[in-house]
């Protein structure tokens, strides 16, 4: 069981930048492959960002790309997400995954995660 607590969210101007945080209960962190994911109102859940169990492997969604960083500490068992030039698309509410698989198909719709976090909402002002 791994239970994840997102952090980090709140107000920045567009343009801005902002970094999430994602801690990690349980001393199995490592085993998994983490990742980040947003869903505004109406809008279907949409892929962010994963990254590979030692961290050496890294993949974005489009909305994204270029932009943001994912990262990964697994001594302190937390993950980043680093979103830089926030536009007005970006509020959401940013919500941390987990699985052991980790593969393309966590950018796909409706991919199922091993466990997720609460959320953190993110809003961007213009």
């Known amino acids: 069981q791994v239970s994840l607590v997102e952090s980090g969210g709140g107000l920045v101007q567009a343009g801005g930048s902002l970094r999430l945080s994602c801690a990690a209960s349980?001393?199995?962190?490592?085993?998994?492959?983490m990742g980040w994911f947003r869903q505004a109102p109406e809008r279907e859940r949409e892929f962010v960002a994963a990254?590979?169990?030692?961290?050496?492997?890294?993949f974005y969604g489009d909305s994204v790309k270029g932009r943001s960083t994912i990262s990964r500490d697994n001594d302190k068992n937390t993950v980043y997400l680093q979103m830089n030039s926030l536009k007005p698309e970006d509020p959401a509410i940013y919500y941390c995954?987990?699985?052991?698989?980790?593969?393309?198909?966590?950018?796909?719709?409706?991919?199922?995660?091993?466990?997720w976090g609460q959320g953190t909402q993110v809003t961007v002002s213009s």
């Open positions: 995954a987990a699985a052991l698989t980790y593969d393309s198909r966590w950018s796909r719709p409706g991919f199922a995660l091993d466990f």
């Open positions: 349980g001393r199995t962190f490592s085993s998994y492959a």
């Open positions: 990254i590979s169990r030692s961290g050496g492997s890294t």
